[in-house]
């Protein structure tokens, strides 16, 4: 039996961990992260990991002498790293005799770097997917071993096109992995797909709503960081609210102002509006219509006239 070592963080890592053992593979261990507070919507790889025997290793950072003299020691066939959080040095994928393989979030060579899955919605992207690679020094780099493709409906939101990509890596790694230990797998360059596109992390303050641009990028936004992350925002003369969700209309309203209506509160952009589902400031969350006008106009937000 093939043997690994594996590091893996989110619901992502945790299915393709699932997927890992279906194939066969004996994991000699996880390194993974202490779930936090707010990552509760989610089954971390520890507790599959617990239930099947794995040893659980959690190191504050990965790519110590320590942790590097660990993993030589278990001489392990193959690496895998399934949504780690740190980049792994050079010098652990020369251990494993087999390869060392990285999943990622995209179908690469697009969509390269972090938040893959918030960036493809908020660049309005209509397919995506999730591709195992071998890995070098450099991120999202190698050659390609495996590919899935997921379509992104109109209304995906991050949370949503994260679990169908946690499903979809399950089943992409039990496929592929057979094939890498049986040495037959087919290799391809992320250089012969065309040029490679890159995104960098994201902050919560990177969900400012430009009510300068267009509603469809507004929605894009929206959807890109819905719950359980930060959420997009208004920011305006008398502190932020949250948009947790909301959605496209035909309804007219001005850029920057807000209006409400029978159906609810509308939120102008300088192209087009959305009609307001979900408001937050601080911990409290509305889904009531009547709030959110006053909300709005309470934070010095101009009524339409």
Not at 280 to 292: D, K, L, M, Q
Request: with cysteine; net charge neutral.
């Amino acid at each position: 039996m093939a043997t690994a070592i594996v590091c893996a963080y989110s619901p992502v890592g945790r299915e393709a961990l699932a997927g890992l053992v279906a194939a066969g593979m004996e994991v000699l261990a996880l390194y993974t992260y202490a779930q936090g507070p707010d990552e509760g919507w989610f089954s971390p790889p520890a507790a599959l990991a617990a239930q099947l025997g794995i040893p659980v290793r959690m190191e504050p950072r990965f790519n110590e002498d320590h942790v590097y003299q660990a993993c030589l020691d278990l001489r392990p066939d193959f690496l895998f790293s399934f949504y780690f959080r740190e980049m792994i040095q050079a010098r652990f994928l020369d251990l494993p005799t087999s390869g060392a393989f990285n999943l990622h979030g995209s179908l690469l060579p697009n969509y390269r770097g972090r938040a893959p899955i918030n960036w493809v919605l908020l660049k309005g992207e209509t397919r995506t997917g999730i591709t195992l690679h071998a890995m070098t020094p450099r991120p999202d780099d190698g050659d390609i071993v495996g590919q899935s493709s997921l379509p992104i409906a109109w209304d995906e939101t991050a949370l949503s096109l994260t679990l169908r990509s946690a499903e979809a890596s399950r089943e992409l790694v039990r496929s592929v992995v057979p094939d890498l230990v049986a040495g037959r797998v087919r290799r391809i360059s992320q250089k012969t797909l065309g040029p490679s596109t890159y995104f960098g992390g994201r902050k919560p303050e990177d969900g400012e709503l430009d009510l300068a641009g267009s509603a469809q990028a507004g929605f894009n936004l929206i959807r890109a960081v819905a719950d359980p992350w930060p959420n997009a925002f208004v920011r305006s003369p008398g502190g932020l609210v949250k948009v947790a969700w909301a959605l496209p209309t035909a309804a007219p309203c001005p850029a920057g102002h807000f209006r409400p209506t029978a159906e609810g509160v509308l939120l102008g952009f300088q192209e087009g509006a959305l009609r307001l589902h979900a408001l937050r400031r601080g911990a409290v969350r509305s889904e009531r219509p009547t709030e959110h006008g006053q909300w709005l106009q309470e934070l010095g937000l101009p009524e339409a006239p």
